[in-house]
């Protein structure tokens, strides 16, 4: 038989503050709380191992509270080393008796012996946020790859990653994108990183916004999220990208699109939000104006290179929790946050439950969808089923206490005709 | 040996101003441009016959000559009685020698009779904007479908009537949806429509937008550019929608979202952009504030509904050119622009140049890509070639003076992979 | 006996249209309404010869109306040679029997010709708006000063050459600088100048303002409402400021602020609103972007240097009619609005009726005001009583549908106190 | 001879932590910065008794640094008892030796006693910060105020204060209204409340603005940097004001304009920055949504009336931090933040240092200002002198490495003259 599985957590004495917290956040998230009470009397993952690495924050809690009331056998582990609240895991392994390995700050090894530990519960079903989960299930336990039924997956580099995998042909069960239901991707992407990666930097850095340059890498619905609230905190804001189209976009937003080194010249704040590699490099760092804020909104901490500053540095310092200080030899100081790691998760709260409610009402109906369908679906990446999407915004905007107009049979069938004209 | 097309223009008096106005536009148009002196060396519609119902506008002017330049053998016709320009549709019959046939203010028995004509021409492509031409050329001459190559449409309208044709087997051949390029509708429905409707209104009434309630119906790519610019120009804006997603983005945007039966009673102006039949009707004129002014971005003068104003109204009475006030029993008095036509195309000058150069490098590119594969294509709904898009953006961009990044080696192929992780 | 005094327009023929669009601009303009319909009554300027040198447009008209429906024996000229509209001096004089002189692209001699005629009247009180007719009546007439029992000043321009008069002792009787009533200045010369100068900008010119570089010189009260709808419009704006004061406010609300020599080089459009000569100057143009689009918001046509621009170009072109082209020796082409003058009331009908509802109703107040207390005033540029500049506010609020809150007597008495603290 | 002032911190260890943030804040002060450097060779307030009763955070830190280093001897006390930072007040008194007591959560009991211990320090140059040290020293030691040469205050509430007490003759010394030095309340009321004030309701709740109904009551500087931002964070903002004209200005910013009663049974957020008494009362929680947010930004905690909603309270709770949940007898739940204390001091950082930068070089220049001066100014509130207001924008625009433009003479005497005109 199966042993209990193991737990790994920073302090159990922070349970009770967790508790609170995650109930508050779940105020704020009326279409979780709605599928939870329907889950719990309909059991539609009775017994199911599930295996889920995602940012271990209240919202988290709240879909893993879910996701057991459903019945299933569940164990979290972080999907970064630095998102982790350590309170909520408290609560999660003291109060609602769910299993979870996560410490915020825990080094790389840890981090892995924890998805390892996930990955020994033999998920039926994973959830991913970053697809670390999946890749590691993949390249290193395949023996275990048929007993899944299936996965999902939160986030757009994941997304990115896992359609890598199924184009080479690595992938070998079906997992729902959830970054691309509608409900997800336009709403937690650009008001949820927008307020939070704000926050985050705020928090970090207690810096007046007003009146200052302010650079965002990607034009993205992250990036855009980004730069819609630095404009609005009053900063002047420069957009960087590769693609034409959002690039055309943003300028006619009413942003300055410049190539990042010239950006890197005038910026007073440089954020990434582009899922890709060293946007932020060498190059740069050696042109940027003295007192630069550096900060990542993208998944992994790779977008600026770290490795690449610190061989450039004298020497560093810390003088806030969030901020490492990088002197370089010609006198100019530049600024990282958060190691480079997400910053609206590292240091502020993450996404506002309000966004994350929709987002994890999409996981767990799509978990639920798993549970019935997954072993008729083909190894691959999958949308979101439209009506789960389309549910899932109608329930969110009944609990915002929002009426919409409905079409009708006339304006319906107009739609569907051709033979009208001027 | 068929004869030289007929025209029909209000003055050709008019051609010398025209002239100087379609000049003025081309200057805002590069892409056009280059495309225009690229297709006059290679003449890829050589002989071909086009007919073209668009709005006779500066912007049409230069797409017109851009195709005469290419070789073809062109006829124009309106696609909105009111959005005519007489001075260009002078200039393009006397100085361009391009037929023409548009009037501004004609009648509906006027505007079919150049349909007519424009069809008459036997078209081996067609331009529609709206669909008005293709669906009357079906209709009624269906022994001239043969020769039909393809054609392209420009507006959401058209599509989406061209799409119900298609579903239902109506649809004879092949016709691209140049609307639904991302250099197309990304841009002049949003940018666009926002700009110009507002700048109908203005014009139409001179009133102050700041202060005063303004209420977008939709939030499609048309209504966000309204409510945008609303919004920009010191409005309380209000959107009404049918659609829960978009609902909820309006409201994440910072707008109000309400059922039109209560916006309509707080509104000083309402906007219709939704591409449907009788949204603003019976039951909103009766509760509406008194001095309200309406007005319509959307393709067909169905939105409001105007009989039925007609119809409730004591008397009615033109105070400035494009404000019919229809007065009630209650003594109301409630104000129509542009007899709910394109407010944008009839009080002002349409879409302004810099927009329609992307939109029209489409059409042209589209129209040179149907001479040479139309004939391979099913008759469908198809969408732009997706290098055509990509190849606007960056001329855009180019003419635009704004330089982007590019992806490195690296960068590219961190994108692809999916082994690297946190 | 005074003989009738004399009346120049353009076309008689055009009263009736005129006559409507005043009445139009009336509806929007419901506190001056409600002064008329008191006045009508009260007659506080019975028999008072009254002389007014204002921009002759729909909302000037039903402040001419407002003062002969109290009395008053007026003639009116233009305080601008661009910014009459014929069509209502011709309702003027023909529907409304007010001697008016004024007619739009009149040339600078026939511009003062009307003034003298003006002054030929005799006024006991003066309207003025830039303080032409104050400067030419203590120029050139004298004799005429010591029947003028005061006067009132609509703009900030003149504002400034009153005080110059006082200080110098040159001002000979007392004036009202209604420009700095709270109601006057915080609203029309930014909310108006805000939405016209974009408005007659858009109608001149018909280019998306999206995307542009889009320059404002000058950050007072009207620059800022420029600057204000040129970013609701989805421009980059740029502010040039010389008091560091407001250079920081500008950049504190976003924007980005540079000497006009840098911003000269990236700008798509400059705009001036300083009150100040020659700021857009020979530096400016030989650094500027081929096809700069130039324009003046300020009061005189002096804020660009016309003769330096024309000195300086091969040739000239009007392509539209408030443009015109300047081509320069190396080939570039810089444009300019309505001849460099007020391109809001040239280009564009002028502020929206709603805000000069307020402008006027200080106007009319004051000139009762002066019409009753005049005589005990000195020689100087008074403020507008506050209780006008209340009374203006709280009607205009009622008008507009607003309910507001009252003091508590509790909270009265506590913001009076200073013992409670902590 | 005087004993050494005392000093009441919470925890002295905390010293190291509050030097780097202090630090840290430095780097964003450059104009006092500056002026500390000059104040250190010149001395211009060597020896002199300053009492000083201020926010203890970073900023002050350095303007206690500033003075220190101008030769004062300077003892500290808080202006608010939930502002203090306990690490900045470990380092004043550790690191910097700068007498303090202040202790965050402190009651009013021991708010008042460390009041009192800064004033048996004798003060001859007090500043203040609401005004509570001024008023405490004339109500309960008269004795002393002949020693006093003058003091400065920092805040709207305070001025509110002084100027009640100078009418009634009650101010017996000179004392600087900093907060109506433009360099001061244009900036640190309007962008540095806007900023912080959302920051500290993020931080406190971690809810999502965006789609939220934001109301902010007064509309004054704070109120508008306030609505500004949420607006900038995506709320629909409403405005509550008593003063029409403020009311007309919010109006015409594109803000919905409500009485509190109307506005408060729509809010998810209700945040105060009025200067008064009770604005959110009894009757307002009557109406309240469930869930409805309360917090202040006004000087004292007494602008929501929160003894009247204990009184209504069937019990309260503590789920955050910063957050009181009020349970009424229907059930709805109500919620303060902080205390209904100044949200942007207690549950964030305060201003941030870019702004106090500029009210704190106000401050030191005033200081030296009254030590030179004070005994020639009379017992009144003065202006800050506009030399010291001048310099301050002039040091600013420096550090921010922004250049603007400089009137030529021929601009210079235009402004002046008053012959020139169209």
Known sequence: MKKKPATDIKDPGLAAQGKERIDWALHEMPVLQAIKSRFARTRPLQ???????????????????????????????ASNPLSTQDDVAAALVETFDIPTLAIKWEDTASYYRHI???????????????????????????????????????TTTGVIRLRAMARSGALKYP???????????????????????????????????????????GYGWCGRGIAMRARGLGAQVVVTEVNPLRALEASMDGFRVLPLLEAARVSDFIVTA???????????????????????????????????????????????????????????????????????????EGHPAAVMDMSFANQALCVAYLARHGKQLQADVHAVPADIDDEVARDKLTAMGISIDTLTPEQESYLKSWQEGT
């Open 47 to 77: 017994g199911l191992r599930i295996s889920a690495c995602l940012h271990i924050t209240t919202e988290t809690a709240n879909l893993a509270r879910t996701l057991k009331a459903a019945g299933a056998d569940l164990v979290l582990c």
């Open 175 to 217: 997992v729902i994108a959830v970054n691309d239901a509608f409900t997800k991707h336009l709403f937690d992407n650009r008001y949820g990183t927008g307020q939070s990666s704000l926050d985050g930097i705020i928090r970090a850095t207690n810096i007046l916004i007003a009146g200052k340059v302010f650079t965002v890498c």
């Open 116 to 154: 390892e530990a996930a990955i020994s519960h033999q998920p039926q079903i994973t959830l991913d946020d970053g697809a670390d989960l999946v890749s590691h299930l993949h390249s290193n336990h395949p023996e275990l790859l048929s007993q899944v039924i299936g996965g999902t997956e939160e």
């Open 274 to 348: 582009t899922g890709d590699k060293h946007i932020v490099d060498k190059q740069h760092f050696e042109v940027m104006k003295d007192g630069c804020v550096m900060s990542n909104s993208g998944h992994f901490d790779v977008e600026i290179n770290i490795p690449a500053l610190k061989a450039m540095a004298r020497n560093s310092h810390r003088p806030r929790t969030y901020v490492d200080e990088y002197t370089l030899d010609d006198g100019r100081t530049l600024r990282l946050l958060a190691e480079g790691r997400l910053v609206n998760l590292s240091a502020a």
